[in-house]
Structures are given as structure tokens and as C-alpha cells.
């Protein structure tokens, strides 16, 4: 029946390649986004989720930290920065970074993701000393740190080479890189909306560059706001190059825009529509990356657990603060139990499998029991939290 919707969605050819593992072409990408059936989509996107990962979906015990919201760059997407000069602007300091990371030591957390602004006033040792003190208060944890575009202020500060810097942070505790700063590969959109901001090249040199000193990285788009169809292709094509080269790349998370707060809020932003098929392109586009996420504080937990089922095999995980986008009710809280998690993929008819920042597996803790089966959740462990 199947095969049948396929052929109607103008998507037979992409089918026979995906069934055969050929790499598409940018071209196919762009049939990808044009077709009006999203079902069947994610349907050839499901195939190599479930090829690549069987039933798993990734969660992970994480604790997000903004060490500075001050920053230079002044995107217009973004309603996280505060310039240099506004009242509301704030650095942590080493300490309270560590007050933070002991504030939640009754979790076992096994990821601290910790980006922050472009903030010309921070010296080098600052960088080294939040590491330090991170590892302090938890020295098992793994430390996901500073997109590519702090790199670049990183290494300004240092007035080292990208290489001998990465390898300082390195050294200090750093484990891996997350994915953002990447935003569109489109110099349109980058004079558009980041300007001050350095460009895709050089987005995608300092990835090389993490990825050849040892340390692997995640990838982002994001996507709903003026962007392009064919820059988002391109965008694909770009680090699925790079990919070949280093396999540097974990994961792959396109970012749903938030509107709210930010410069061009008159904006629509994308729809569920929109997310569930950004990801499905994602999994059929970047055939050699691991894993895609479906972010659930962006994309939200109702449409993170159709996701699973439409190419993303992770949605990230307890979060506890987030400050890039808030909740309207609950601001900068906003967490998922272990409990929650486990039942959200559980009920979503995946395992839930729980990982650290690197994707080693910590555990796989229950047969998923998809509440239309089973509705007594009760053998669910309970929260931890
Ligand atoms: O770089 C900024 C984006 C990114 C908004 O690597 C916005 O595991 C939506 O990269 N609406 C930071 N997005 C977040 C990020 C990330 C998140 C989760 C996991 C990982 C990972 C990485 O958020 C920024 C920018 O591209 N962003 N403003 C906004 N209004």
C-alpha cells in the first residue's frame, strides 16, 4: 500500500534509493521538500532511522548552562543576547557555573551543554577556569561546550592557532562541540539576518578542525524564517562533505525558529508541518550522519515523539534551564524527568535507550509499552528528579 502512496507522492525513484543505501542527490532534496505528502516522506525517512537504529530513541540525563548572554554578534533571529552595553546583560562566574552544576547533583547527569554569547570583555582563563570548575563539581560528566562561533572568539583571546586552542580546551575537560552557530549556509541569509557573524566557511573549517583534534561535534540548520529551500539543500550537501571527510559529526538537530522576542517576530515561523518534515529531509540527506535529534524544547514533546517516527532516533534530554528560547509559563525552567522521558518514547512505540553527550549507552531501561497497549505506566521507574 505503501509503495502505492509513493509512487502517487512522485517519490518512487527516491524510494529505490533509499531501499538501495544510494546518496541522494541535491536534487532529490529538493523533491524532498516539494512534495505535498508528508506521510510518505516519512515513511523513506523512517526506513533509514529503523536501518540505522532499529527501535532506539536516544535520551540523555543533561544539564544546559548559559555562562553569558552579552553578546556582539546582534542576530536578528535571536531574543537570547543582551549587548555589551544593556542593563540586562550578565556573565556567570566560575563559581557560580559550579553552583549551578551542584545544584542539580541529586541527578545523574552525564551531559553539561554550556554555550553561551560572543562576549569581547572574557579573557582566555575564563574559558579554562568555567571548565575547570564544571569538572570539579562533577568529574564524570561529559562536557559538550562553546558552538564554533565562541570558538572563533575563543581562539581570538587566546591569539593561538584554532588547533592548539581546541586542544587547550581539550586538555581542560572539554569532550565535545555542539552543533550551533551554523544557522543557514547561505551568504543571502547571512547578510541578512547575522551579518556580524562570520560565514558558513568558516562554520565548517572550525568543525574540521574540532574534528581533527579529537574532538567530535554536533551540526545544526535552523530553519522557518527567511531562508530558502535551495540554501537548506545546500546546507545538506555541506556537511554531508565534510562528514565524508572527518566523520566528525554525532548529530545533526535542525533548530525550529522561534519567533518570539526577537527583531523579525512579524515572521510566521515554522509550522509542526514544517519541523517533522525539516527532520525527515535531515535523516534522508545526511546519510552518514549517526543521529538526528528532534530538539524537544524547540520542536516540542507532541511533535519530538512523531519525529521519532519520521527520522529523528534522539530528542535531546532533561534540559532543566533553558534560556535561548523560554516557555511562556514556566521562563527559563523547563526540564523533562528521566520518568517523563522514558514515557514520552515509550508511548511514542520506541525504546528508549539512554546515552551520554558521546553516545555510548548508559542503559536501555524497559520494553517500550505504548500506552494504547498497555495504558498502567506504573513499571516505569519514577522520577528521579
Ligand atoms: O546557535 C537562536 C539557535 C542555537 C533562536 O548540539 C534559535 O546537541 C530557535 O545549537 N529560535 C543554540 N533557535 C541551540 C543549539 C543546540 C540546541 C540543542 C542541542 C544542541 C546540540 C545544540 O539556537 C543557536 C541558534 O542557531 N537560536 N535563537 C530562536 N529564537
Redesign the pocket.
Known sequence: MFERIINSAGLADIYQKVLAGVRLTADDGLKLYGTANLPALGYLANIVRERLHGQSAFFVRNQ?INYTNICNKG?L????YALPKDVDGYVLSPEQVQEKVRAYSHIPVTEI?M?GGVNPKLPFSYYLDLIKAIKEARPDVSL?AF?M?ELEQIRRVAKKPMDETLLDLKNAGIDA???????VFSERVHEELFQAKSDSDKWLETARTAHQVGLP????M?YGHVEQTEEKVYHYVKLRELQDETQGFL?F?P????????AISELP?PTGQMDLREVAVARLMLDNVPHI?S?W??NSPAVTQVALWYGADDM?GSVLEYE??RDPETDRMQSLTHAQMLDMIAEAGRQPVERDALYRVIESPIPSIPHYMDTACDSIEPALA
Open positions: 544546559h542576530c533571529f535571536c531574543s537570547f551543554h554555550v559538550k558552538t562561533i562541540i555542539p552543533g550551533g552557530g551554523a544557522e561535534s554536533n551540526a545544526t535552523l548529530a538537530i533548530l525550529s525558529w522561534h519567533p518570539e522576542k526577537t515561523g535529534k530538539f524544547i524547540m535531546d535561548i528560547t
